[in-house]
């Protein structure tokens, strides 16, 4: 293959091609909102509220690329005022709402000895809630945190609810830092991946996602929920769902797996052979599937 000029940016195809001998990955990257949950948690808290299409549309441009996340993420919560409560019910929302096979890929990453991360813009009390109750350890499990007022309500009573707090605790302001921003998860990976050894896949359905790319070894773009086009044409790899089936045979190739999981990994195995699955570059899915025997 004929190298790029030095001048030029080489194409997601021609990474594609470098990477065409297929090792297992050691480290693994969720996105949390349609990606492993069907829900865009910021959507939910306005669907609740009544002002859904007001912030869909904004959450929208943000995921297409259309605009800077950095100029959408504060005013959707300004006009949402979050509570603690109803972060508490995100939480349990995204349970509710798992993209199909995404409770037993983790699982089976987990029982691989894989480590597996959420790196997630969205709150982080919904999705660290959501993360543990899939196995994820909280502290692999990084989004976005939130300030609230602890007096507002009925503060006094707040003994008698959960972890001691204050369920009417309104929002007040939201913790400026690299996942608020359109190219952050970028460096929320690297610093991850500077404290362990190993190669690392992320999948993930948005733009904050793709600009994750090359702080990774291989990107897999997730379109099960929401297929967008740049996603599509600048990841390596692209799941159409509507399941996460497949991401079990790219991360780990030809594993050693116990019998639990046997059924899940055939599925991502089936899931690879069929037009579910696309890759810039074919000579990474012939590779792929003559190390798994397929």
């Not at 297992?24 to 948690?41: N, R, V, Y």
């Not at 306005?46 to 005013?75: F, H, I, K, S």
């Not at 691989?112 to 813009?121: D, K, L, P, Y």
């Not at 809630?129 to 990084?142: R, T, Y």
Request: charged share 25%; glycine share 10%.
């Amino acid at each position: 293959m004929t190298e790029p000029p030095t001048n030029q940016t080489p194409s997601p195809a021609g990474d594609a091609a470098r990477r065409a001998d297929w090792a297992p990955f050691e480290l693994i990257f969720f996105d949390c909102d349609s990606t492993l949950s069907t829900l865009e948690g910021i959507d939910e808290l306005a669907r609740w509220q009544g002002r859904d299409e007001e912030v869909a549309a904004l959450t929208a441009q943000a995921m297409n690329g259309e605009v800077p996340l950095e100029t959408v993420y504060g005013r959707r919560l300004e006009l949402l005022q979050p509570t603690r409560a109803q972060l508490r019910q995100l939480g349990k929302a995204y349970a509710a709402a798992l993209v199909p096979g995404a409770a037993e890929v983790v699982a089976a990453l987990l029982a691989a000895g894989r480590i597996v991360f959420i790196v997630s813009g969205g709150l982080a009390e919904a999705v660290r809630d959501f993360g543990v109750g899939l196995g994820v350890p909280a502290e692999n499990i990084h989004a976005v945190h939130t300030a609230h007022d602890e007096l507002s309500g009925q503060w006094w009573e707040r003994w008698k609810h959960p972890r001691g707090r204050n369920p009417d605790e309104r929002y007040q302001a939201y913790d400026v830092g690299p996942l608020t921003l359109g190219a952050g998860k970028a460096d929320i990976v690297r610093e991850l991946r500077a404290q362990h050894r190993g190669r690392a896949l992320l999948v993930g359905d948005g733009t904050s996602d793709l600009e994750a790319r090359d702080a990774v070894d291989l990107f897999v773009g997730f379109g099960g929920v929401a297929a967008r086009e740049r996603v599509r044409a600048g990841a390596e790899v692209f799941l159409e769902g509507p399941g996460l089936e497949a991401i079990l045979p790219l991360a780990l190739a030809r594993p050693a797996l116990p019998e639990p999981y046997a059924a899940i990994y055939a599925a991502g195995v089936a899931a690879l052979r069929g037009p579910v699955v696309s890759f810039q570059n074919p000579a990474a899915r012939d590779g792929l599937l003559a190390r798994l025997g397929s």
